[in-house]
C-alpha cells in the first residue's frame, strides 16, 4: 500500500467517525429540504415561476448545502486542527508527505458533498417528485465545478486561519453569504435582476445558475462556469500562497 | 564515526538568535544528549538535524544526508518523536502504526514492537484517550516503524510522572542496545546522566559544555545555594575566598553564596566566628540551573535575561 492510499485509509476511517461532519454534509442538507417540502405554499405551482413549484427551485440549492458545509465548515476545521496539533509536522520527519493529507482530506469532503447531493436530489425525487436533472452531464460538469470552487474556498479559509477556531469564524462568516447565493433563503428566481445579477458573479450563486439550468435540461450558461472556474484558480492560487504547513 | 554532524548552526528568528555556532557531532551508536533550560536552543537545533528547519548558516550532515536538499533521503534513516506534535484524536493505535508502517519500504514489523513498549492492551484504542506515557510509547513506536539508523527524542519524558519516566528510560537504553543511534534532548540533568554516552550543553543557544555526564558533574561544583541576610554587612572578598565558593552575589541585603558543602561548613563557622545574626539562612541543593551557571562559569551573569520559550 502507497503511502497516499495509506493516508486516505486512514483519513476515510476517521471522517467516518465525525458524526458532525457526517450530519452537516449528509443529512443536513435533505432535512432542510424536508422542511420546505412541510410549507404548503413551496408545493404548489406557482404560475410567476413558469408552472413550478418551489420546492423544484430549492433541490439545486439545497444540493449546494452539502458542498457549502464540506467544504466552508468541515474542511478547513479538520485541516486547521491537524496544523494546530502538529500533525503535518509529524508527516514532514516521514518519507510520507503532508500533501498527503491535504488530498486526502479533499478528497473525502468532495465525496461526501456529492453523495449528500444526490441524498438530496433523491429525496425531492421520492417525495415530491422533483424531476431528476434533464441534462445529466451538464448537472454533473456544473457540479464538479462548484466542487472544485468550493474546496478552493475551503482552502483559502485553511491557509488564512491560523488557528481552528479562527477557521470555524471565517467559515460561518462566509457560510451564511454561501447559502444566501446558493438560494436558500430565498429562491434566486424571485430577486430583483441586479441582486441576481451580482449574485451570479459569486461561486455559489452561479453554482447555483448553472444547476438550476442543467435540471431544466439546458446546458448552463457558459458565463456561469467561467466564472466557477475563474474562481478556482484564483482562490487556489492564494490558497497556494498563504498556506503554512506549522 | 560519526553518524550526526553539525558544524557551526546559526539559526535566528526575527531578532531573536535561537542557535549560534553550535558545532557537535555524534558517534554511531552512541546515546547524545542535548541538555539546557527552556528557550536555550535545544529543539531549534535538533529540528535543523531533522529538516524541519532551514539553518541560516552552518553545516549538517545526517548518515551523509543534508537534512534540507537530501531530506527525502533522511527521512528513510531518522526515526522522530517531535516536543509538541499528535496524531489524529480518533486515530486507533493500530490504525496509526498501520498507516505509518505503509511510508516506509521496508519497515519493522509493529507487533513485537508494541509488546516490547507494552501498548498491546491499547491497540483498539484512540489516541485521544491515551495517557500521556502512552502516547509517547506510541511515538518511540512510531518513530523506530522505519527501522532509522538514528533517533531523535524530544522531551520525551517531560510530561511522564517519575514511574513512567523511569520505564522509558529504559525503554531508550534497549532501543540503543539494538543499534540506534540517538539523539536526547532533555532539561533533566538525572536523565542526561543515566542515559547519556556524551552531553553537549546549551545555553543561550550555544554550546558551553560537551563532555560525558560523569565528567561534566565533576567539574560542576556549585552544588549548593547558600542565601542569608546578615545583622551587619559582609565585604565580597571575603566571602568570595570562602572554600569551595563560586560565586557571591546580593538582591538587596540578602547576600547568595554559591558552592559545596565545604562553602557550607565555612560560611556557618564564619556566622558563629564573626556573631553575626544570619536571617532567613536557607541552605538548598543547586538546581539544575545553579548547575548550569557553575558550568558556563558565568559568576554574576544573569540567567533571567535568557529568552523564554521554547525555540
Given at each position: 500500500?502507497?503511502?497516499?492510499?495509506?493516508?486516505?485509509?486512514?483519513?476515510?476511517?476517521?471522517?467516518?467517525?465525525?458524526?458532525?461532519?457526517?450530519?452537516?454534509?449528509?443529512?443536513?442538507?435533505?432535512?432542510?429540504?424536508?422542511?420546505?417540502?412541510?410549507?404548503?405554499?413551496?408545493?404548489?405551482?406557482?404560475?410567476?415561476?413558469?408552472?413550478?413549484?418551489?420546492?423544484?427551485?430549492?433541490?439545486?440549492?439545497?444540493?449546494?448545502?452539502?458542498?457549502?458545509?464540506?467544504?466552508?465548515?468541515?474542511?478547513?476545521?479538520?485541516?486547521?486542527?491537524?496544523?494546530?496539533?502538529?500533525?503535518?509536522?509529524r508527516?514532514?520527519t516521514t518519507?510520507?508527505?503532508?500533501?498527503?493529507?491535504?488530498?486526502?482530506?479533499?478528497?473525502?469532503?468532495?465525496?461526501?458533498?456529492?453523495?449528500?447531493?444526490?441524498?438530496?436530489?433523491?429525496?425531492?425525487?421520492?417525495?415530491?417528485?422533483?424531476?431528476?436533472?434533464?441534462?445529466?452531464?451538464?448537472?454533473?460538469?456544473?457540479?464538479?465545478?462548484?466542487?472544485?470552487?468550493?474546496?478552493?474556498?475551503?482552502?483559502?479559509?485553511?491557509?488564512?486561519?491560523?488557528?481552528?477556531?479562527?477557521?470555524?469564524?471565517?467559515?460561518?462568516?462566509?457560510?451564511?453569504?454561501?447559502?444566501?447565493?446558493?438560494?436558500?433563503?430565498?429562491?434566486?428566481?424571485?430577486?430583483?435582476?441586479?441582486?441576481?445579477?451580482?449574485?451570479?458573479?459569486?461561486?455559489?450563486?452561479?453554482?447555483?445558475?448553472?444547476?438550476?439550468?442543467?435540471?431544466?435540461?439546458?446546458?448552463?450558461?457558459?458565463?456561469?462556469?467561467?466564472?466557477?472556474?475563474?474562481?478556482?484558480?484564483?482562490?487556489?492560487?492564494?490558497?497556494?500562497?498563504?498556506?503554512?504547513?506549522? | 564515526?560519526?553518524?550526526?554532524?553539525?558544524?557551526?548552526?546559526?539559526?535566528?528568528?526575527?531578532?531573536?538568535?535561537?542557535?549560534?555556532?553550535?558545532?557537535?557531532?555524534?558517534?554511531?551508536?552512541?546515546?547524545?544528549?542535548?541538555?539546557?533550560?527552556?528557550?536555550?536552543?535545544?529543539?531549534?537545533?535538533?529540528?535543523?538535524?531533522?529538516?524541519?528547519?532551514?539553518?541560516?548558516?552552518?553545516?549538517?550532515?545526517?548518515?551523509?544526508?543534508?537534512?534540507?536538499?537530501?531530506?527525502?533521503?533522511?527521512?528513510?534513516?531518522l526515526g522522530v518523536q517531535l516536543?509538541?506534535?499528535?496524531?489524529?484524536?480518533?486515530?486507533?493505535?493500530?490504525?496509526?502504526?498501520?498507516?505509518y508502517?505503509?511510508?516506509?519500504?521496508?519497515?519493522?514489523?509493529?507487533?513485537?514492537l508494541?509488546?516490547?513498549?507494552?501498548?498491546?492492551?491499547?491497540?483498539?484504542?484512540?489516541?485521544?484517550?491515551?495517557?500521556?506515557?502512552?502516547?509517547?510509547?506510541l511515538f518511540i513506536a512510531v518513530s523506530l516503524l522505519g527501522?532509522p539508523?538514528v533517533a531523535v527524542f524530544?522531551?520525551l519524558?517531560?510530561?511522564?510522572?517519575?514511574?513512567?519516566?523511569?520505564?522509558?528510560?529504559?525503554?531508550?537504553?534497549?532501543i540503543?542496545?539494538?543499534?540506534v543511534?540517538i539523539?536526547?534532548?532533555?532539561?533533566?540533568?538525572?536523565?542526561?546522566?543515566?542515559?547519556?554516552?556524551?552531553?553537549?550543553?546549551?545555553?543561550?543557544?550555544?554550546?558551553?559544555?560537551?563532555?560525558?555526564?560523569?565528567?561534566?558533574?565533576?567539574?560542576?561544583?556549585?552544588?549548593?545555594?547558600?542565601?542569608?541576610?546578615?545583622?551587619?554587612?559582609?565585604?565580597?572578598?571575603?566571602?568570595?575566598?570562602?572554600?569551595?565558593?563560586?560565586?557571591?552575589?546580593?538582591?538587596?541585603?540578602?547576600?547568595?553564596?554559591?558552592?559545596?558543602?565545604?562553602?557550607?561548613?565555612?560560611?556557618?563557622?564564619?556566622?558563629?566566628?564573626?556573631?553575626?545574626?544570619?536571617?532567613?539562612?536557607?541552605?538548598?541543593?543547586?538546581?539544575?540551573?545553579?548547575?548550569?551557571?557553575?558550568?558556563?562559569?558565568?559568576?554574576?551573569?544573569?540567567?533571567?535575561?535568557?529568552?523564554?520559550?521554547?525555540?
Open positions: 500500500m502507497s503511502a497516499s492510499t495509506a493516508v486516505l485509509k486512514a483519513e476515510t476511517k476517521l471522517f467516518a467517525r465525525e458524526p458532525g461532519s457526517l450530519f452537516w454534509v449528509l443529512a443536513f442538507p435533505s432535512l432542510l429540504l424536508l422542511g420546505f417540502g412541510l410549507i404548503p405554499k413551496y408545493r404548489q405551482i406557482d404560475p410567476g415561476l413558469g408552472g413550478n413549484r418551489i420546492i423544484d427551485f430549492y433541490v439545486p440549492s439545497v444540493v449546494l448545502v452539502a458542498l457549502i458545509t464540506a467544504s466552508l465548515l468541515s474542511m478547513p476545521g479538520a485541516l486547521t486542527t491537524y496544523r494546530e496539533r502538529g500533525i503535518l509536522r508527516m514532514r518519507p510520507a508527505r503532508p500533501s498527503h493529507l491535504l488530498v486526502a482530506q479533499m478528497v473525502l469532503h468532495a465525496a461526501a458533498a456529492v453523495l449528500g447531493a444526490v441524498l438530496a436530489i433523491a429525496l425531492g425525487r421520492l417525495v415530491w417528485g422533483v424531476a431528476l436533472p434533464e441534462q445529466m452531464l451538464a448537472y454533473g460538469v456544473s457540479l464538479l465545478l462548484a466542487t472544485l470552487a468550493g474546496l478552493a474556498m475551503g482552502a483559502v479559509i485553511t491557509a488564512l486561519a491560523r488557528t481552528a477556531k479562527a477557521a470555524q469564524a471565517i467559515g460561518l462568516a462566509v457560510f451564511f453569504p454561501s447559502m444566501f447565493a446558493a438560494g436558500i433563503y430565498v429562491p434566486t428566481q424571485v430577486l430583483p435582476d441586479t441582486v441576481r445579477q451580482v449574485i451570479e458573479l459569486i461561486p455559489f450563486g452561479a453554482a447555483a445558475q448553472a444547476l438550476n439550468q442543467a435540471a431544466n435540461g439546458s446546458w448552463p450558461t457558459w458565463t456561469h462556469l467561467t466564472v466557477l472556474a475563474l474562481w478556482t484558480v484564483g482562490l487556489m492560487a492564494i490558497a497556494a500562497r498563504w498556506f503554512r504547513w506549522e | 564515526m560519526s553518524i550526526v554532524e553539525v558544524e557551526g548552526l546559526r539559526k535566528t528568528y526575527g531578532a531573536v538568535t535561537a542557535v549560534d555556532d553550535v558545532s557537535f557531532t555524534v558517534a554511531e551508536g552512541e546515546v547524545f544528549g542535548i541538555l539546557g533550560p527552556n528557550g536555550a536552543g535545544k529543539t531549534t537545533a535538533v529540528e535543523c538535524v531533522e529538516g524541519l528547519r532551514v539553518p541560516d548558516a552552518g553545516r549538517i550532515r545526517v548518515a551523509g544526508f543534508d537534512p534540507i536538499r537530501e531530506h527525502d533521503e533522511l527521512t528513510k534513516i516536543q509538541a506534535s499528535e496524531l489524529q484524536a480518533k486515530l486507533t493505535v493500530r490504525e496509526a502504526l498501520e498507516m508502517s505503509a511510508f516506509y519500504a521496508d519497515p519493522a514489523d509493529w507487533r513485537p508494541v509488546e516490547r513498549l507494552g501498548l498491546e492492551a491499547q491497540l483498539g484504542q484512540r489516541f485521544g484517550k491515551l495517557s500521556g506515557g502512552q502516547k509517547q510509547r527501522n539508523r524530544d522531551e519524558t517531560a510530561a511522564l510522572d517519575p514511574r513512567a519516566r523511569r520505564e522509558t528510560w529504559q525503554l531508550v537504553r534497549d540503543n542496545a539494538s543499534g543511534t539523539l536526547l534532548v532533555t532539561h533533566f540533568m538525572e536523565e542526561a546522566q543515566y542515559l547519556c554516552d556524551r552531553v553537549a550543553v546549551f545555553d543561550r543557544g550555544r554550546v558551553v559544555a560537551l563532555d560525558t555526564p560523569d565528567a561534566l558533574i565533576k567539574n560542576s561544583d556549585s552544588s549548593v545555594v547558600i542565601s542569608f541576610r546578615p545583622s551587619t554587612p559582609l565585604p565580597d572578598a571575603g566571602l568570595q575566598s570562602l572554600p569551595g565558593a563560586v560565586s557571591v552575589t546580593r538582591d538587596g541585603a540578602k547576600v547568595v553564596i554559591k558552592g559545596n558543602d565545604d562553602t557550607v561548613q565555612a560560611v556557618t563557622s564564619m556566622i558563629v566566628r564573626e556573631r553575626i545574626t544570619a536571617r532567613q539562612l536557607r541552605i538548598v541543593d543547586a538546581t539544575l540551573d545553579d548547575a548550569f551557571l557553575s558550568i558556563t562559569a558565568g559568576a554574576g551573569s544573569d540567567h533571567s535575561a535568557t529568552v523564554q520559550g521554547d525555540f
